[in-house]
């Protein structure tokens, strides 16, 4: 029996066409996703540094529940446990962004959190001394230090989401790794095709870290 096994440089480059179109898909759902989630991480990270006990108590919950489950049984939850209770269909693009969003919202609250917590009490001290109301001295003062200290994990977070939409190949999305799976259901060249597909991720992620460096650096001389 001959188990020898040959690398077919070709099933990469035919393969290609179709995983850009994952691709595509990826970006997508991974900018729509961390965006969305970056608004849900400010609310939620405010309400986890607020004195009401009633508000942090629920924030607390939320992070808890979402950092408590993987990703995928909440896209599956999202997906077909929405539509049995409220009786509406989701589209699988649209699950998997809120999935994305709320999972990435959660991670990203607790980054918030960590910043605005970092920044020296003294400054919100200073600001309210100068006679800024307490919503323009965490605006103008507190905010902006928070977002630059906080910048590193939140671009960490975004290539932890990019990389999860992988999961949401269980609900149908048409991202890079289940276009991947659809090519090597035809040629059956998994090597060569997942070989690709980890390619692609490669380069979306490297791509994203050399942006935010330069976003930093760009930070760190104003």
Sequence with gaps: MNNSFQFEWSAMTDALPTLMQGVKFTLLISL??????????????LARVSSNKLIYSIATIYVE?????????QALWIYFALPLIFGIRI?????????????AGAYISEIIRGA??????????????????KFRTFLHIVWPQAFKSALPSLGNQFIISLKDTSLLTVIGVGELTRQGTIVVSTNFRAVEVYTMVALLYLVMTLSISLLLRFMERKMKTE
């Design 116 to 133: 605005i917590q970092g920044v020296d009490k003294g400054q919100t001290e200073a600001g309210r001394s100068l006679g800024l109301s």
């Design 32 to 45: 729509l996703g961390i965006l969305l989630g970056f608004l849900v991480g400010i609310v939620v990270g």
């Design 65 to 73: 529940v979402i950092r408590g489950t993987p990703l995928m049984v």
């Design 91 to 103: 589209d699988p693009l649209v699950a998997g962004v809120a999935t994305i969003a709320i999972n």
